[in-house]
């Protein structure tokens, strides 16, 4: 099926709806995507059909919620080509696999041992393994970025050593959009040390085909209110090996095998770390979302988001006075920028009053924005149902904001 732009449009009820009656131009994405009907309907199908719990019971309900619950770990298997599907677990979120392998993973180390993080990694990408920093005395090392926006490689192959035992990384910056090269980075680092490599895939994963097994990374993770599904819901991927190894991170209902108060043994991959009634919905929503992506051209999907990077590249650079965050030779259709005289806040508020969608602050990248000299900043982040005529009216709104702000 060849790609349409205009098709894809029409499955998405936001984009014709607009907000409280007025046309939206959507460019939040890098957020939290839009939802096509056969999510939405997916949900209401659980809520209105067959809503109950899963692995719990065996009436026609709860089977039948428990059979579409684990077909999503298995449409995730495929679409990430993981070796099984007991190496996919269900999180909330990227924030929650984050946390999960800081924690078990985490208590495997010790105090000394290194972990490399980048510049331009999410808040969710630091903060947990600061913590285990307080917890464990393990000692973190930041890769830096170039003035481009990509990762230093010369740097990343002085820092590892060793006593290196993760390297922790974002494969799209959520404000730069640069692709890092995990591949060429997974060679590099096994090369170098006996390390295991984290990649953040919350925002690889709506614009990339990802394959763990070529990519070659140890453990992945990402969300699906990132790739056209519902909030709440994530995956995370570990080799097998490796998530044997770890111990659970939450403790009660469906990750046991059996309870005592002398010895409680624990349920086998993935159920060890699904502790507690997970998202069923959210779930199931995440399996609607893969299978609609399955039935797109995702070769043109990709070839038209290279469009509107070129486009949105082209446009944005004419605007005088606005300056982009990075210029990665790799990157996604997202473009964080700072014009001279204007503050961030403030075009914000007038390019959300001209239905232009964006987002302003610091995106969760501080780190990143400190080494930019940045302080607050604009993002525009595309997805594949935005168009090139859209980006045109971005320039066109920011043109128009710059006037009513003198600037």
Same mark, same amino acid.
């Given at each position: 099926?060849?790609?349409?732009?205009?098709? &894809?449009?029409?499955?998405? @009820?936001?984009?014709?709806?607009?907000?409280?009656?007025? /046309?939206?131009?959507?460019?939040?994405?890098?957020?939290?995507?839009?939802?096509?009907?056969?999510? &939405?309907?997916?949900?209401?199908?659980?809520?209105?059909?067959?809503?109950?719990?899963?692995?719990?019971?065996?009436?026609? /309900?709860?089977?039948?919620?428990?059979?579409?619950?684990?077909?999503?770990?298995?449409?995730?298997?495929?679409?990430?080509?993981?070796?099984? =599907?007991?190496?996919?677990?269900?999180?909330?979120?990227?924030?929650?696999?984050?946390?999960?392998?800081?924690? #078990?993973?985490?208590?495997?180390?010790? /105090?000394?041992?290194?972990?490399?993080?980048?510049?331009?990694?999410? %808040?969710?990408?630091?903060?947990?393994?600061?913590?285990?920093?307080?917890?464990?005395?393990?000692?973190?090392?930041?890769? @830096?970025? =170039?003035?481009?926006?990509?990762?230093?490689?010369?740097? +990343?192959?002085?820092?590892? #050593?060793?006593?290196?035992?993760?390297?922790?990384?974002?494969?799209?910056?959520?404000?730069?959009?640069?692709?890092?090269?995990?591949?060429? &980075?997974? =060679?590099?680092?096994?090369?170098?040390?006996?390390?295991?490599? &984290?990649?953040?895939?919350?925002?690889?994963?709506? %614009?990339?085909?990802?394959?763990?097994?070529? $990519?070659?990374?140890?453990?992945?993770?990402?969300? #699906?209110?990132?790739?056209?599904?519902?909030?709440?819901?994530?995956? $995370?991927?570990?080799?097998?090996?490796?998530?044997?190894?770890?111990?659970?991170?939450?403790?009660?209902?469906?990750?046991?095998?059996?309870?005592?108060?002398?010895?409680?043994?624990?349920?086998?991959? /993935?159920?060890?770390?699904?502790?507690?009634?997970?998202?069923?919905? *959210?779930?199931?929503? $995440?399996?609607?979302?893969?299978?609609? $992506?399955?039935?797109?051209?995702?070769?043109?999907?990709?070839? %038209?988001?290279?469009?509107?990077?070129?486009?949105?590249?082209?446009?944005?650079?004419?605007?005088?006075?606005?300056?982009?965050?990075?210029?990665?030779?790799?990157?996604? @259709?997202?473009?964080?920028?700072?014009?001279?005289?204007?503050?961030?806040?403030?075009?914000?508020?007038?390019?959300?009053?001209?239905?232009?969608?964006?987002?302003?602050?610091? %995106?969760?990248?501080?780190?990143?924005?400190?080494?930019?000299?940045?302080?607050?900043?604009?993002?525009?982040?595309?997805?594949?149902?935005?168009?090139?005529?859209?980006?045109?009216?971005?320039?066109? *709104?920011?043109?128009?904001? +710059?006037?009513?702000?003198?600037?």
């Amino acid at each position: 099926m060849s790609f349409s732009v205009k098709k &894809i449009r029409r499955d998405f @009820p936001m984009i014709a709806k607009g907000f409280e009656g007025s /046309p939206l131009v959507y460019l939040d994405n890098g957020a939290t995507t839009l939802k096509p009907k056969a999510v &939405i309907e997916a949900l209401s199908d659980y809520y209105c059909s067959y809503s109950a719990n899963v692995h719990r019971a065996l009436h026609g /309900p709860a089977k039948k919620a428990t059979s579409e619950y684990e077909k999503t770990r298995s449409l995730v298997q495929s679409r990430i080509n993981a070796s099984s =599907s007991d190496e996919i677990i269900l999180t909330s979120g990227t924030t929650a696999g984050l946390n999960l392998l800081a924690h #078990s993973y985490g208590s495997l180390l010790g /105090p000394e041992d290194e972990i490399l993080l980048t510049v331009s990694d999410h %808040h969710s990408n630091i903060v947990p393994w600061q913590l285990l920093r307080e917890r464990k005395g393990v000692v973190l090392k930041v890769i @830096p970025v =170039s003035d481009r926006g990509e990762l230093e490689m010369p740097a +990343l192959t002085s820092l590892l #050593s060793k006593k290196t035992k993760l390297v922790v990384l974002p494969h799209v910056s959520n404000t730069l959009g640069t692709i890092n090269p995990v591949g060429e &980075i997974v =060679s590099l680092v096994k090369k170098n040390s006996k390390a295991l490599v &984290i990649v953040d895939g919350a925002q690889g994963i709506p %614009h990339l085909r990802v394959d763990v097994r070529d $990519l070659g990374v140890d453990f992945y993770v990402f969300s #699906s209110h990132k790739v056209f599904g519902p909030t709440g819901l994530g995956v $995370l991927y570990g080799k097998k090996e490796l998530l044997e190894r770890m111990p659970p991170f939450l403790g009660g209902g469906d990750m046991v095998d059996q309870v005592d108060f002398a010895e409680t043994t624990y349920a086998p991959i /993935p159920y060890k770390f699904e502790a507690g009634t997970p998202h069923i919905a *959210g779930s199931i929503g $995440l399996g609607a979302a893969i299978r609609y $992506l399955e039935s797109l051209d995702f070769e043109g999907v990709m070839a %038209h988001e290279e469009e509107l990077t070129i486009c949105g590249l082209e446009l944005l650079k004419g605007i005088s006075g606005l300056h982009l965050l990075g210029e990665a030779s790799q990157r996604v @259709p997202l473009f964080t920028f700072v014009i001279e005289g204007a503050h961030a806040q403030d075009l914000g508020m007038i390019l959300g009053q001209k239905g232009l969608a964006v987002r302003t602050g610091h %995106h969760c990248t501080w780190p990143l924005l400190k080494r930019f000299g940045a302080d607050s900043t604009t993002r525009a982040s595309l997805a594949m149902y935005n168009t090139v005529e859209e980006i045109e009216q971005l320039a066109k *709104g920011i043109r128009e904001a +710059l006037k009513i702000l003198a600037v």
